[in-house]
């Protein structure tokens, strides 16, 4: 799943996330957000990092934390370990002690175990079913995948899901399909772990706005977050 971000933030401020749902659309050199939108982006952020950090980073905050509800020493299954998304799921699971079993391509395995990964299945190679139980899955691809990984989910687990209504469910635990929504104080967290560096994001291609339509439909496959530059 590629999540794309617009560089719009002025020093001083970024979206917390993006304008509400019904307020689509960033791509110009001016934007009307609210201010409950809003939160302070530290000078020492750079802008482009600024920009790659809310979509993702709320929605693996909240679908870990608010709708998996993890605790420490339990098991999560993180799809797309080393992407947007998913990169972020891995180091915040990581990081309040869980163990973290990532999947993804084969050449996604260093990172994912960089990022906090104890184990690493390739997707197109081996068996995802050979992982086990595990207590939450964290899934961004649907489809098969998020079928098969629903059945791994052990009694009282969770799946969560931000690729659509989840076809097959857990047989004795949850199936949750969120949608992140904006939070003014959660992004301040996400970011204060950056400035720690105990935060890497995943930027992929950086382009201007007038090479938008050409970044939003790469002619290869992009490793991280496809971000537009609005102004130099």
């Known amino acids: 799943m590629r999540v794309t971000s617009t560089v719009t933030a002025q020093r001083g401020f970024f979206s917390s996330m993006f304008p ?3 307020r689509d659309g960033t791509l110009a050199e001016y934007a009307a957000v609210e201010a409950r ?10 802008l482009t990092v600024g920009a790659s950090l809310p979509t993702s980073g709320l929605t693996a905050w909240q679908g870990l934390f608010e709708h998996g509800r993890l605790q420490a020493g339990q098991s ?4 797309g370990a080393a992407r947007g998304v998913g990169s972020m799921v891995t180091q915040f699971a990581h990081a309040a002690g869980a163990y973290v079993i990532g999947t993804g391509r084969a050449a996604d395995r260093q990172m994912a175990l960089d990022f906090g990964a104890k184990e690493f299945v390739d997707l197109d190679n081996a068996s995802l079913e050979a992982v086990g139980g595990v207590d939450l899955v964290f899934d961004v691809i649907g489809g098969d995948i998020g079928n098969r990984s629903a059945r791994l989910v052990r009694a009282g687990g969770t799946l969560v899901t931000i690729a659509g209504p989840p076809e097959a469910r857990p047989a004795d635990g949850l199936a949750i399909d969120f949608v992140v929504v904006s939070d003014r104080a959660q992004p301040s967290e996400v970011v204060q772990r950056v400035r720690d560096r105990r935060l890497r994001t995943v930027i992929g291609n950086v382009a201007t706005l007038d090479d938008a339509v050409a970044a939003f439909n790469p002619t290869e496959r992009i490793k991280g977050k496809t971000t537009i530059r609005v102004r130099p």
Do not use: I, K, Q, R
């Open 37 to 46: 939108n809003l939160t302070p982006l530290p000078g020492d952020v750079d």
């Open 20 to 22: 509400d749902w019904n």
């Open 76 to 79: 999560v299954l993180v799809h």
